[in-house]
Nanobody, 125 residues
Framework: VQLQASGGGLVQAGGSLRLSCAASGFIAGDFAIGWFRQAPGKEREFVAGITWNDGSTSYADSVKGRFTISRDRAKNTVSLQMISLKPEDTAVYYC???????????????????WGQGTLVTVSS
């Protein structure tokens, strides 16, 4: 499985961005896609996730109400719509996949088997 993250860029505080994660390869069965981010000097943290089959979602408290994750099963993509961006949202954003039947999206990076290359989001104040 290959994951390709895109959509990052420079935006002013209060602005919006939409990240996309395109999956290719063996896309079948039960799995979840998560978005993580890593700021300089900080650990990688969970942002949002979605189960592929039933679309159950999970969000970090810091992004609830501002970020929305969705999937397009026909296009094998997962999107992360980000609004009301803050300087503290600045980070490299990664999408990742983990196989398994989950009712709750895993939130720890070590749970995930496949990772995309990351896309940089910079929010200026």
């Amino acid at each position: 499985v290959q994951l390709q993250a895109s959509g990052g860029g420079l935006v002013q505080a209060g602005g919006s961005l939409r990240l996309s994660c395109a999956a290719s390869g063996f896309i079948a069965g039960d799995f979840a896609i998560g978005w993580f981010r890593q700021a300089p000097g900080k650990e990688r943290e969970f942002v949002a996730g979605i189960t592929w089959n039933d679309g159950s979602t999970s969000y970090a408290d810091s992004v609830k109400g501002r970020f929305t994750i969705s999937r397009d099963r026909a296009k094998n993509t997962v999107s992360l719509q980000m609004i009301s961006l803050k300087p503290e949202d600045t980070a490299v954003y990664y999408c990742a996949a983990v196989w398994g039947m989950y009712t709750v999206v895993p939130t720890t990076p070590s749970s995930y088997n496949f990772w995309g290359q990351g896309t940089l989001v910079t929010v200026s104040s």
